[in-house]
């Protein structure tokens, strides 16, 4: 009887084991959406009178898809193991080239989107290059390749804000709107379902997975890492370019250093993003709430009177945090799995 009675205990040891793992699991899976949803709450108690209405709302969520679109693009690379710095360069080019050829040549609307995406893929052809072809660490041709477009943008501008762009684009970014939110977040929930798609459900996202897990793995089971990595960054550039075309379409033009802010809030959104949905990868669900638990907090901070550099600090902090986690999260797994 007493075998009988400890060969009974086992397997509820076993069980609650279980149960406690996944509820770990769905705790991790799910914290940021829970502090999301508890910094809304304390707003809307602090600010009663603004934060918890449409209006905020709205603008939180229309005015934010240009931070989504840029961190979207950011993960391509991200999830291949490579970092692009010239994500907020590249974004900042292709409004300026929006601008200057619709406002200032009146070229097409149309043509001078297609003009500026191709701009993109140019650009991530280019850190491509020397990144997979050349073996430069692409850390660093990131950073040289956005200081690079950083002239060149004013360079081409000539330092000046340029507006006029065609009300056609505004009115399909920010003017018109579906359940009273501008359409540019709709456009940035669309990209993130076909970003997470492919991450997904394809065999190119797979791969992509492979490189960023171990490049030399992936190598030696036949996957061709250089093209893999090369077409991530190409990616990175046009959907960079995207988030450009946004911008400008959000300002009814572009102006020479703005888009350059968006850096440091696009690699805290990704790599807090990366500790939700799918906690210790880089994934588009993650980041889609990463982005707005940020802003919402910026904007509930800024609504109960705290000063503008409480941005700066929050984007900061929240990078260095979220790093943090990704990577006690990595060391975890690794412990466990060895």
């Known amino acids: 009887m007493g075998r009988a009675s400890s060969e009974l205990e086992y397997p509820q040891n076993d069980d609650v084991v279980k149960t406690k793992a996944s509820l770990s699991g769905y705790f991790e899976k799910s914290a940021l959406v829970l502090a999301w949803i508890l910094i809304c709450i304390v707003f809307s108690v602090v600010e009663p009178s603004t934060f918890p209405t449409m209006s905020n709302l709205s603008s939180v969520l229309g005015s934010q898809a240009v931070l989504l679109v840029l961190t979207l693009g950011l993960l391509i690379p991200l999830r291949a193991g490579d970092y ?11 409004s300026m080239i929006v601008a200057i050829l ?17 701009s993109g893929a140019v650009i991530g052809a280019v850190n491509a290059f ?42 399909v970014v920010i003017i018109d709107e579906f ?5 540019e977040f709709y456009y940035g929930l669309i990209l993130c379902f076909v970003i997470w798609y492919t991450f997904e459900y394809t065999a190119w996202g797979r791969r992509l997975l492979f490189v960023g897990q ?15 990595r090369a077409t991530s960054l190409v990616l990175s550039g046009v959907v960079s370019a995207l988030a450009g075309v946004l911008y400008a379409g959000t300002n009814g033009g572009a102006d020479p250093t703005s888009g350059f802010s968006f850096l440091l809030p696009a690699f805290a959104a990704a790599f807090l993003g990366s500790t939700a949905i799918a906690p210790g990868r880089f994934n588009p669900w993650g980041a889609l709430i990463a982005v707005y638990f940020l802003v919402t907090g910026i904007t509930g901070l800024t609504m109960a009177g705290v000063q503008t550099f409480v941005q700066d600090l929050f984007y900061g902090g929240a990078l260095i945090i979220a790093v943090a986690i990704s990577h006690l999260i990595g060391k975890r797994r690794k412990t466990g799995s060895g």
């Open 179 to 183: 359940l009273k939110i501008p359409l």
């Open 84 to 94: 692009d710095l010239s994500i907020a360069g590249t974004l900042t080019v292709s």
């Open 130 to 171: 020397f990144a997979v072809k050349i073996g430069i660490d692409p850390f660093i041709v990131t950073l040289g390749t956005g200081t690079v477009l950083q002239g060149v943008v004013t360079w081409i501008s000539n330092a000046q804000t340029i507006s006029g762009v065609s009300q056609g684009l505004i009115n």
């Open 102 to 118: 619709n406002a200032q040549h009146h070229v097409p609307i149309v043509l001078t989107i297609l003009i500026a995406l191709l």
């Open 214 to 228: 171990g490049r030399e793995v992936a190598r030696l089971s036949g996957i061709r890492v250089n093209r893999v």
